[in-house]
């Protein structure tokens, strides 16, 4: 299997423009996860599916972001309009779900907002 | 609200010094404490789940134990190819496959 897989892995763009982050999870994991890591605040989860239903959106820092999962095998993270201390790295995970929580991490995609 | 708290923050260890690390955690109704590595540009890495106390799970130079409070990492005899930053997770019972990070330790291993 490939793995989590994510694009793009580096993105800059200016402030006020819209930033879609895409992720593809392992074939056959029922979950799916959408994590922000920086230096100063670690790895905060913004939002996970189950089944591609939002199940706890509660990370999500404002109106700003929004994730949708339309299918078993896509999910997209969505920054309008995009902001300076949205800077960060963006992971996807998956898990198979049920009673097996091990999550597996794809590459992340590197967000900058000047 | 669950809670992870790592210890130390980083370390800095001679090749083949051996040491530990810690995860202390509250969870309401733990269903299972996880173990990460993290290299520098990519996603964490799945090393183990420990689902109770005085479970131990070995991969290895590395050993994790659990306790009602806390987890250790033991590392033996490290190597340069160790040096990662190692993060601790939990899940609870409280929320549906939500798992609470902590912050990681940042292990350097000199040769």
């Known amino acids: 299997d490939a793995g989590v897989i994510q694009s793009p892995r580096h993105e800059v763009t200016e402030m006020g423009q819209e930033v879609t982050l895409r992720c593809k999870p392992i074939?056959?994991?029922?979950?799916l996860f959408w994590y922000r890591q920086t230096m100063m605040r670690g790895l905060e989860l913004l939002i996970y599916?189950?089944?591609?239903?939002?199940?706890?959106d509660s990370g999500m820092p404002e109106d700003r972001f929004s994730a949708k999962m339309p299918n078993a095998s896509f999910s997209t993270l969505k920054i309008q309009p995009s902001e300076p201390r949205d800077s960060a790295v963006y992971f996807c995970?998956?898990?198979?779900?049920?009673?097996?929580?091990?999550?597996?991490f794809g590459p992340g995609t590197r967000l900058t907002v000047t | 609200e669950d809670q992870v708290t790592q210890s130390p923050e980083a370390l800095r260890l001679q090749e083949g010094e051996s040491s530990s690390l810690n995860c202390s955690y509250t969870?309401?109704?733990?269903?299972?404490l996880f173990w990460y590595r993290q290299d520098p540009g990519k996603g964490p890495e799945f090393l183990f789940t420990?689902?109770?106390a005085g479970e131990e799970k070995e991969k290895e130079r590395l050993k994790a134990t659990l306790t009602k409070k806390e987890s250790f990492l033991h590392i033996t005899a490290p190597k340069p190819e160790d040096s990662a930053t190692y993060l601790c997770a939990v899940q609870g019972a409280g929320g549906y496959q939500k798992v609470t990070f902590g912050t990681g330790t940042k292990l350097q291993v000199i040769p």
């Open positions: 599916f189950n089944n591609n239903v939002p199940i706890d």
């Open positions: 995970a998956s898990s198979l779900g049920g009673s097996n929580y091990e999550q597996y």
């Open positions: 074939s056959g994991h029922n979950s």
């Open positions: 420990l689902y109770s």
């Open positions: 969870v309401s109704g733990l269903r299972g």
